[in-house]
């Protein structure tokens, strides 16, 4: 804790406040250390920046980014950011912060999808464009460069894939602001609608990137994602956009595996999601080698 509050020292609105009247709680987190922090001046969100990460994570359009999610209220609101250090400051959402579990009926499914269809047509403006395919060639190239291997079966995995990213450039929607890393723990159920947390990775993108990932994160079975796609699209959703979807998720799997692999290279304590990896890795293989792949892929090329 003397972290956060040698932190929370530098924020103007915690100097003078004496930490002995601080309530600091740590919260989950993978890459980073977060912590609930309640006192006289409210209940936020500390974000210590992990430093496995920072060489590769944009402060500077996570701030903007985080900002532009919170003037939407789609996101919290952001009272204090340092690109420097990757100190984050945010009000504090009451809520229940979700799962794959929390995900297990249709009817969450629904709010996630509700959540990300209003994120995408706010119109703002992110920071940065989303190109996976360009994030693979550089994970992977990092890896290779620090002497590390890939997870097995990751570099047949990415020949298979290579026909994908074409496809999906033949016709691409416009780009929307999209969260990029909905993983199921990124989304807060306050009840009346949900929210998403951490702008670590926001940029513009293809909507449909957030749809495949979240599908993919939360583990979700042909019936929930019928039920996301339906209310994304608030009824039947394109073939197209099923199609983009049904592609990326793959995608999805193979950027999580090289960035586990990454992040073990730079000191992150990263056993579960390396452990991981191969599982994804064989999804990945499994979901390019089926028909209906084929069938993705020629609807998409064709649109």
């Known amino acids: 804790m003397n972290d956060a509050i040698a932190a929370l020292a530098g924020i103007p ?22 912590f609930r922090v ?3 001046t409210g209940v936020h969100v500390l974000r210590l920046a992990g430093v496995a990460a920072d060489s590769i994570v944009d402060r500077r359009a996570e701030a903007a980014n985080a900002r532009a999610a919170a ?7 952001v009272l204090y ?4 250090n990757g100190v984050l400051l945010t009000r504090f959402i009451d809520g229940v912060t979700m799962s794959r579990e929390g995900f297990g009926e249709p009817g969450a499914v629904t709010r996630a999808a509700l959540a990300l269809h209003r994120l995408h047509a706010t119109g703002a403006r992110f920071a940065g464009r989303l190109d996976p395919f360009a994030a693979l060639t550089g994970y992977v190239a990092e890896i290779e460069r620090r002497g590390a291997a890939l997870p097995d079966g990751c570099a047949a995995a990415l020949v298979e894939a290579a026909p994908v990213g074409p496809a999906l450039a033949a016709h691409p929607p416009a780009p929307a602001p999209c969260h990029v890393d909905p993983v199921p723990e990124n989304f807060i159920d306050a009840g009346a609608a949900m929210y998403l947390i951490d702008y670590e990775f ?12 979240f599908a993919v994160e939360a583990e979700i079975d042909a019936t929930r994602e019928a039920a996301l796609l339906d209310a994304y699209f608030d009824g039947p959703p394109p073939a197209t956009m099923v199609a983009r979807v049904a592609l990326y998720k793959p995608v999805c799997d193979l950027v999580s595996a090289t960035w586990a692999a990454l992040m073990s290279t730079r000191g992150h304590r990263a056993d579960a999601p390396m452990a991981d990896a191969g599982a994804r890795i064989t999804r990945c293989r499994d979901a390019l080698a089926t028909p209906a792949f084929r069938r993705h892929l020629d609807r998409v090329a064709e649109a």
């Open 13 to 34: 609105l915690y100097r003078g406040v004496d930490p002995a009247r601080l309530l600091i709680t740590r919260l989950g987190g993978l890459s980073n250390r977060s």
């Open 38 to 40: 309640a006192g006289p």
């Open 71 to 77: 003037a939407a209220r789609i996101g919290p609101e």
């Open 81 to 84: 950011a340092d690109p420097g």
């Open 202 to 213: 926001a940029a513009m993108a293809d909507p449909m990137w957030d749809v495949a990932y």
